[in-house]
């Protein structure tokens, strides 16, 4: 049975797309998915297509800058938004910390009131936190992620 | 805790609610947080209302100087009572009966037209017969020899109560709907009582809304008329398009007019609620109450009403 190559092409530009791929596939992942395929004939007919390999990756350069380009953009938008959402948090706990201090001045007499109060504001204050901290370690793993590829990048169009 | 120590509380905490919303509208510009904050103002309002329930266990001994007195206490307890998760939900099981969808009551209290009026004063009018219902089903009367007023949801799981108690958790339930709620005050009695509007009477100038409203006792009020099976209830006469006047008005173009008669003396038997005093569970307003048409007089009209409809059929 003739192999169609060009059918395994498109097969390997779907999966490049896939975020965990990010527009590159090491050999060896491309050797155990492709199992029954002669590689080697494969990597002949691809790098006539303009396919390379580089650091045992394979990878077309101009998909390759496209799915860097769009990635990278896509998480920084995210980053933006983040940090949007991190700066109404705050402004939302500076606003709840001064109707704290307002509920608690009208119960400064009363110990029982006034601990309820505390426990009422110390659980608000609680999610928020946890909401900001979730915030942050996206904020960090989409930067982690915008390193690696650029980092990728570098390395495979030098 | 003390009783007094309790309502000073939740004035308090009414009067602080309300200072820090109005400080919340003057200084905070954004909208969401605006609303956000607003929110979480009510919620720590009701988190003490609750947890001040739940710490005092509310059962109060007294013995009150003066009606006023008394109806200060039975306040503060209808008011916990409709902040109370059980009740809002035990009302709100009650309520999606007959309104399934989104309850607005100020449908009813503050119709758009009439159509508004009468496409939805029905559902809501049973709404109140039914808690009447299943408050009286489920909770038996019993005469208390000491004066113990129980919190609204102690009531509830407990079963029993008397005249007071039933007071406390009838209007705490209606409260907890937004129906507009006073108590009565007669002789050694008290009862529950809501402002509902009735169909008759007069019309608005300015929306040409027929609408009155009318002091309902809820005090378990069943009649037995003859060519009735069913009992009939005050609710009966408040749905300007219940099938009861629908009935009454058959029966009489059918010659039986006896049936006036009792209607008559329904009206008279009624008479006995005017002389209660009746005083207002906020947000209502005594003003609110001095409007009202007292419940036999709502009978009374009834009454024309059903003669101008016979006199003009039989013109007809």
Not at chain 2, 173 to 196: D, E, M, Q
Not at chain 2, 203 to 212: A, G, P, R, S
Request: charged content about 35%.
């Amino acid at each position: 049975m003739k192999i169609n190559y060009k059918d395994i092409e498109e097969k390997i530009i779907n999966l490049i797309y896939k975020p965990e791929y990010l527009g590159f596939i090491d050999i060896f992942t491309l050797k155990i998915i492709f199992k029954d395929i002669d590689i080697k004939e494969l990597l002949r007919y691809l790098k006539k297509d303009g396919w390379e390999i580089k650091e045992n990756y394979l990878f077309n350069k101009n998909i390759l800058k496209k799915i860097f380009y769009e990635e990278r953009e896509k998480l920084k938008k995210e980053i933006l938004d983040i940090d949007n959402k991190i700066n109404l948090y705050k402004k939302f706990e500076e606003s709840l910390d001064n109707i704290k201090e307002k509920w608690l001045n009208n119960f400064k007499d009363n110990l029982f009131i006034e601990n309820l109060i505390n426990k009422f504001f110390l659980n608000k204050f609680n999610r928020i936190n946890e909401n900001i901290n979730n915030l942050i370690n996206r904020k960090k793993e989409n930067e982690k992620i915008i390193n690696t590829i650029e980092e990728k990048y570098r390395k495979l169009f030098k | 805790m003390k009783t007094s120590d309790v309502i000073a509380i939740l004035k308090k905490i009414e009067e602080t609610r309300k200072e820090v919303e109005d400080y919340i509208k003057k200084e905070i510009k954004e909208d969401y947080l605006l609303e956000e904050i607003s929110k979480i103002n009510n919620e720590i309002a009701l988190f003490l209302i609750s947890n001040i329930e739940k710490s005092s266990e509310i059962t109060h001994i007294f013995k009150p100087k003066s009606i006023e007195e008394y109806y200060d206490l039975i306040k503060e307890k209808i008011i916990l009572g409709s902040h109370s998760e059980i009740i809002i939900n035990e009302a709100n099981r009650i309520r999606e009966k007959f309104v399934k969808d989104e309850w607005d009551i100020d449908k009813i209290y503050y119709p758009h037209d009439f159509d508004d009026y009468k496409n939805n004063s029905w559902k809501y009018i049973h709404v109140a017969k039914e808690i009447e219902k299943h408050v009286r089903d489920k909770i038996k009367y019993i005469s208390e020899p000491d004066d113990i007023i129980y919190p609204a949801p102690k009531i509830l799981e407990q079963g029993y109560g008397d005249c007071d108690d039933f007071t406390v958790l009838l209007s705490s339930l209606f409260r907890s709907l937004n129906f507009k709620v006073c108590i009565g005050f007669i002789k050694n009695h008290i009862f529950s009582s809501l402002v509902l509007p009735s169909a008759e009477v007069y019309e608005d100038e300015k929306t040409k809304i027929n609408i009155k409203y009318v002091i309902v006792p809820v005090d378990n009020i069943r009649f037995k008329l003859r060519y009735f099976k069913e009992e009939i209830t005050i609710y009966d006469f408040l749905d300007f398009f219940s099938n009861f006047r629908e009935r009454l008005i058959n029966l009489i173009l059918e010659g039986k007019l006896e049936i006036m008669e009792e209607i008559i003396k329904i009206k008279d038997k009624l008479s006995y609620y005017n002389e209660a005093k009746y005083f207002p569970i906020p947000p209502l307003e005594y003003k609110e109450i001095k409007e009202c048409m007292k419940i036999n007089d709502l009978v009374a009209k009834v009454i024309s009403d059903i003669d101008l409809i016979i006199k003009y059929k039989y013109e007809n």
